[in-house]
């Protein structure tokens, strides 16, 4: 069986790693911030001390970091992957970052000897715990079929999207259409609640018909309880647009409501609400309209 590296035991990264040692992988785990490798090590994983000693150590090793820079020095930096590279050696990146640093990165990696996928993920926490997550990767599909096992171990599928950074590409797409997703679902509701209509049976009808999405599935009791601790946060999801935008002029192709979705998320940073769930976006609709969303209460 593979011996696996797991560098990023953040939202995502720490349950993806104890799936796999669910599933019986041998893994050895690295995070800036130490103590949140101990519950991993009293579940059994050996703990590094750089990147470096990961690769080292292991057959693969997966990444999840928040930005490109943060995956930038894991993997090229002093103490970075590439410093601890040996023959067959794959990495496999599922961090959100721009396509061109995946490509970037991979091929630095290649000159070295080993080989990488960019193979980011959807889904957000819940899902990462449930192991119910989607890969999409980029890179040689010899690789990614090698790798199958792991991606099950933490998800519930996985697809191969072509050559290095088409699984970057993939994600920045999917998560514009995440993002939309949520403001359609947040504008509607907030024209219900302002119209005195019970939002959550607004939901109910909403999930019968064209208007149903996964957001309004994954976050309607996030907003109906003002939950609003992090499962994927307002700042992130700001910054995949600001990738997105950027794949958007890459590309040459015209992308207004992605842009007009990017300015409301940066709204919603700016009252203070990027290290919270996404969802806490309808604090600034519920601003504008004068109302606040919540379930009708019962009467007696």
């Known amino acids: 069986m593979m011996k696996v590296g797991f560098i990023g035991l953040g939202t995502m990264g720490h349950p993806m790693a104890q799936n796999l040692l669910k599933e019986g992988f041998e893994l050895t785990v690295y995070n800036r ?11 059994g994983a050996a703990v590094a001390n750089s990147p470096k000693e990961v690769a080292l150590q292991c057959d693969v090793v997966f990444t999840v970091l928040t930005a490109d820079a943060a995956v930038e020095d894991v993997v090229l930096g002093e103490n970075g992957i590439v410093n601890g590279v040996h023959p067959g050696l794959i990495v496999v990146d599922s961090s959100t970052i721009s396509p061109s640093t995946s490509i ?3 091929a630095a990696l290649s000159r070295h000897g080993a080989d990488m996928l960019d193979a980011p993920v959807t889904g957000s926490e819940p899902q990462a715990i449930e192991g119910t997550l989607t890969f ?25 999207m072509g050559e290095n950074g088409k699984g970057s590409y993939t994600k920045l797409a999917n998560n514009t259409m995440s993002a939309i997703n949520l403001l359609s679902f947040v504008e ?3 024209i219900a609640a302002k119209a005195g209509i019970d939002p959550d049976v607004f939901v109910k009808v909403v999930s019968g018909g064209g208007g149903k999405n996964a957001m309004v599935e994954n976050k309607s009791s996030k907003i109906f309880s003002r939950d609003f601790a992090p499962q994927f946060m307002t ?19 015209s992308t207004p409501i992605m842009a007009l979705a990017k300015e409301i998320f940066q ?4 009252k203070g609400y990027g290290s919270e769930d996404m969802s806490a976006v309808i604090k600034c609709y519920e601003e504008w309209a004068g109302v606040t969303v919540e379930k009708a209460k019962e009467t007696i």
Not at 267 to 270: E, F, Q
């Open 188 to 190: 509607g509701l907030t």
């Open 104 to 106: 970037r990165v991979a």
């Open 267 to 270: 709204m919603a940073k700016a």
């Open 235 to 253: 700042q992130l999801i700001h910054k995949d647009l600001g990738l997105a935008s950027n794949v958007a002029k890459e590309l040459e192709i």
């Open 136 to 160: 999409m990767a980029g890179g040689k599909k010899d690789l990614f079929e090698k790798c199958m096992p792991l991606f099950l171990a933490m998800g519930k599928g996985a697809y191969y």
């Open 33 to 43: 911030t130490k103590e949140k490798t101990e519950t991993l090590k009293q579940q």
